[in-house]
């Protein structure tokens, strides 16, 4: 078990964290948390974007040992259910806002290294990941969806 706080240029997302291993260099990992986002200036479709939204997600996991601790490659599926508050300019300058509801679907691939902590079951580790954000259900006007990038710290004990 284990938490996790991502960190990516739109935002943060903490989570609370479960690994299953499958094999001694194997092990599927399960998530869940608050996506916080804030967009800034990122959007092509609205000036602001910011919202928050809860999901998780379901990865698999390569471990390889080295020195004191451990690479890991793996694969992920995250899916977040965000509310995103937007404002945007029309074409006369007037300010309008509005809210949009979007289901995101979220593929990426992640490397790291975990090292353990001296006389106990826990390890820390940074990982970096790579993927897509894509806006698969959406209610409201469109709202912004692409690559991202993210690095992680990660807290993990055994139970």
Known sequence: MGTSI???PAGIIPTVNLEH???EN???VFRLGLNIVDRQDFS???ETEEGTGFGGSIGYRKHFPSGKGKFVAGVNL???SLTIDWT???GSGTLVSGNTYTLVVQPWLEGGYFLPI???KSQLGLTLGFGREINAITSGDEVEQGFIGSI???YLFQL
């Open 6 to 8: 991502q960190f990516y």
């Open 21 to 23: 291993y499958l094999s």
């Open 26 to 28: 194997s092990s599927l």
């Open 44 to 46: 092509d479709f609205n």
């Open 78 to 80: 995250d899916v977040w």
């Open 88 to 90: 945007d300019l029309e």
């Open 118 to 120: 001296k006389n106990t």
């Open 152 to 154: 992680s710290l990660q």
